[in-house]
């Protein structure tokens, strides 16, 4: 089967931005973090098709999922929240909507509700109710925006990849947000080097995994996306469906985190894995980076002490690093990879920097990122606050406020952090 070189993508060159907005007066200083002011509280804003049992406002933030930066959807754009799944009892309601923290109102609201509440086990083999509207999994690292540019809707749509850890076939779902109710659509894709093109392959003999981690990717306008497990392919989704697959970068992504790093046009997958025993090798700390100028594929390494140390499958103590549930993202305007490790009480911002040159070949350096609370925040959290079942993407980069914005409870409210 044919593989792509990184030579077969147009790179499309996008008109000057807008000018950034004047910074709300609740954004701290470079080297603070904050309280953002909201109005109101997710619990707030249940809607009234769900219990008010005190647990289906935390699921976007407890069960294993994030949330992506929607940038049309003001002045100063709004996080959106979306994972669910792991119901105790078939029988047990899913939780189908988006969760949106509005920077601009300051408010926490909802949408893309379905026409009614659904159990479990109410979803058809594709993962569908009755209404069309989709089964809500974990959403791990698989979230992002397609903007208003890219045929989103009018404040931006959220994507979601796959269904992880479920039965149902990779699809890619489109959640226009500024709908109320419903509002859901399938991203048609077309993956014409498979020999079964209407799938969604990561593999030659089959689907592959289902456990996203992905990239946006301004200048090809589309996605980056690996999954967990042995499979043959990286992808690279168009935001017209299009799927180019490549050469899977790491071969077995497991736990690991796949990162474009724009301005060096490198894309970067950082893996996860043992200590010790299997992994002695230290291979739970290497880079696999692809030029996507050259098609090259070089294994680097990483400098100074691995973040997100945890324990592993095999019930042998700390011996396990997981940086995919810091939700590493590289950020063109401070050249770094940033991440939020909970491994650690209370949680740090952590910071892997790629070298001056040769950043496809000479090792990358972790480093913690010295952060304290603004004293004019008066009454506001005074440490970062600690996801239950880690970070993941709900630990975010908003270019309209030049800084990562977090929440991890429906009880708290979010944070700011400002590093520059």
Known sequence: MSQASSNTFTVSVTANPAPRPVLPAWVPPAGYFADVPMTNTPISVTPSIYPRDNY???????IWGGSAILRDYGPYGAQVYYSAGHESTQGMTNQQFTLICDFNSLTWKTANLPLQSHPANSFDANG????????????YLGLQEMPKAWGGGPQGTLVSFF??????????KLLDVSREQLGYSQLATRQPQNAAPTEIRFSAAGAGGNYPTTAI??????WWVAVNGPVDYTLFVSKAGDITQYPALGGNLGNGVLALCSKLNLLVAVDGGYINGAYANGSY??????NLATGEVTRNTTLGTVPALLGGYDGGGMNFHRPDTMGLEWVDEL?????????VA?????KLTPPASNPATSPWTW?????RHWDQDAGGQAQLQAAENGAWSKFRWSKQLQAFVYCSDQTRKPQIIKLS
Request: proline residues 10%.
């Open 335 to 343: 050249g770094a990879m940033f991440g939020l490790d909970q491994s």
């Open 367 to 371: 480093s913690k990122v010295a952060l």
């Open 163 to 172: 269904w992880a850890g479920s039965r149902y076939p990779n699809r890619i």
């Open 128 to 139: 569908y109710a009755a209404d069309g509207t989709p089964y809500n999994p974990h959403s």
């Open 217 to 222: 990717d301004e200048q090809r306008q589309g």
């Open 346 to 350: 209370p949680p740090e911002v952590v």
């Open 56 to 62: 289906i406002m935390n699921m976007p933030f407890a």
């Open 285 to 290: 700390r290497a880079l696999y980076i692809r």
